[in-house]
């Protein structure tokens, strides 16, 4: 009875298409930044695109997840959003220098922007709040199954394309990205049913005052640990410059793409465990933990460099670590606000919390791109890290009911 509770059509369907529409990101993610050394990219350029893309979608989530709230409507705009999502990215495949590849993640995180918080707030609405880490888990999982097959592919393509030019594999891949990208948004469609509520008229800034305080204290804590949560995209980054002086870098960038689907395999394999753990303890308290592990993570990346490392066996337990934050982080982040804000103001409590961890992207990327480039990779993990622990302990306050 209880998994019947759960595991409905709509879970089913959001996980199927939020499953290709990572395989469609995760496949041109993995291997960004060895085609960004392969074209004379700076770190902090891959830092600012990031933020920049990252602060676009969190504006956008505000918004989105207001409207929804104000029309009674939440499946039209996801439909969209994933298109945008699934199509901006393959502009990288005619890049030659950084803009390009800011339009083009632009436009994608347009898309995200748009449509992540009410994917979130409908998939909350389709199941009980005492299973309702289970069922995020269980599309986190899935989720994540797709950030496997994305970087899979790429890097078997990567191995097996002709790599002359060096470019040439990367922009085959990234055209490649539109077959999963494209079905995405037909699955939403066609699978995922809405039930339509009664409109909220309330205006942008009426409604994020009705969010309750302890929402707003949740805010605080997430906000101040994302000030210091860069993009996985430069850990990977790292990982290709540390191996370089071994491995060459066609074959860093290999490596590095490898090291990011383990940290995938274990965000699949940790987050429904995780999820369920979290219907019977304290969420914010477990992902409390998770913001602490995220900063062990950027402490051991600035080790790495300080000691020049570059044998894999501790690269492999920095992602194998990640992958454990990423589940906690996702599958919580997503569970946890729905049991404090109202039905009618759950879009607009969504989009803040979009808004927020959009914002402190924004910082974190381009801080630590920024201190990589003009200091050094230690200092910019270091200072994330200690950023991140901040964030751990205002978390660790209880806020469940």
Request: charged fraction near 15%.
């Amino acid at each position: 009875m209880e998994s019947r509770a759960w595991l409905n059509r709509n879970v089913l369907g959001m996980t199927a298409t939020s499953l290709l529409s990572d395989a469609c990101y995760e496949m041109i993610i993995s291997v960004l930044p060895g085609f960004m050394a392969a074209v004379g990219i700076s770190p902090a350029a891959l830092g600012w695109i990031e933020g920049s893309a990252d602060a676009l979608s969190s504006f956008l989530k505000l918004w989105s997840g207001w409207y929804s709230d104000r029309v009674g409507r939440r499946k039209p705009i996801v439909v969209i959003g994933y298109f945008f999502t699934g199509t901006g990215m393959s502009l990288f495949t005619f890049a030659k220098t950084w803009p390009l590849l800011l339009v083009g993640r632009m436009i994608s995180w347009f898309g995200k922007g748009i449509r992540g918080s009410l994917r979130d707030a409908m998939l909350a609405e389709s199941v009980p709040d005492s299973v309702r880490g289970r069922a995020f888990g269980f599309h986190r999982a899935g989720d994540t199954i797709g950030a496997i097959l994305g970087p899979l592919t790429g890097i078997l393509l990567l191995r097996f394309l002709p790599s002359t030019p060096p470019d040439h594999p990367f922009r085959v891949i990234f055209l490649a990205s539109l077959i999963p990208g494209l079905a995405a948004p037909l699955a939403f469609a066609f699978i995922i049913r809405e039930t339509l509520r009664r409109p909220n008229p309330q205006r942008l800034w009426s409604a994020l005052r009705e969010l309750s305080p302890q929402f707003r204290r949740f805010l605080v804590a997430a906000g101040v640990f994302g000030l210091g949560d860069f993009s996985p995209t430069l850990l990977v980054m790292a990982a290709a410059v540390l191996l370089t002086p071994r491995y060459g870098k066609v074959g860093a960038a290999s490596i590095a793409a490898s090291l990011y689907l383990l940290r995938n395999v274990v965000e699949a394999i940790a987050a429904y465990p995780v999820g369920a753990l979290s219907d019977r303890t304290s969420r914010t308290r477990l992902l409390a933990a998770g913001y602490l592990l995220s900063a062990f993570v950027a402490a051991a990346a600035a080790l790495l460099f300080t000691s020049g490392a570059t044998h894999l066996l501790p690269l492999i337990l920095v992602f194998t670590t990640a992958g454990i934050v990423a589940a906690c982080q996702d599958t919580l982040a997503g569970a946890i606000p729905a049991a404090m804000v109202t039905e009618r103001t759950r879009g607009t409590g969504y989009g803040a919390l979009g808004f927020i961890n959009g914002f402190g992207d924004l910082t974190a990327s381009a801080l630590t791109g920024t201190l990589w480039t003009l200091l050094s990779p230690a200092t910019a993990f270091l200072t994330a890290g200690s950023i991140m622990f901040l964030g751990s302990l205002l978390m660790a306050q209880r806020y469940d009911k």
